[in-house]
């Protein structure tokens, strides 16, 4: 059963930063693409970041740039987001999710985990 656990989530005060990781339990976790997507109270999933399979490629959503930094560790099946400049309309729940395919579409991931709370207060 695969299994992708984030971790990291928490309260943090507006201009603050915060870590979030993702560990994966795939054999093959070189072979999928990582995103980032997250969802606020009463709003759609929103697209964060995304990660091709060996890191060379990076693609952020509109919010994300400039501000948040998608990585990943192969040898330790784990993705990583670093977000910076916080403020609270970042607050949501982010998940993590693995695709076969490099992509900026929710519907393209085939494994998610089970999302890990930002609150960012002002």
């Known amino acids: 059963q695969v299994q992708l656990v984030e971790s990291g989530g928490g309260l943090v005060q507006a201009g603050g930063s915060l870590r979030l990781s993702c560990a994966v339990s795939?054999?093959?976790?070189?072979?999928?693409?990582m995103g980032w997507f997250r969802q606020a109270p009463g709003k759609e999933r929103e697209f964060v970041a995304a990660?091709?399979?060996?890191?060379?490629?990076?693609n952020y959503g509109y919010s994300a740039k400039g501000r948040f930094t998608i990585s990943r560790d192969n040898a330790k099946n784990t993705a990583y987001l670093q977000m910076s400049s916080l403020t609270p309309e970042d607050t949501a729940v982010y998940y993590c999710?693995?695709?076969?395919?490099?992509?900026?579409?929710?519907?393209?991931?085939?494994?998610w985990g089970q999302g890990t709370q930002v609150i960012v207060s002002s």
């Open positions: 990660i091709s399979q060996t890191g060379a490629l990076t």
């Open positions: 999710a693995a695709s076969r395919t490099f992509s900026l579409l929710g519907t393209s991931y085939v494994y």
């Open positions: 795939l054999r093959t976790f070189s072979s999928y693409a």
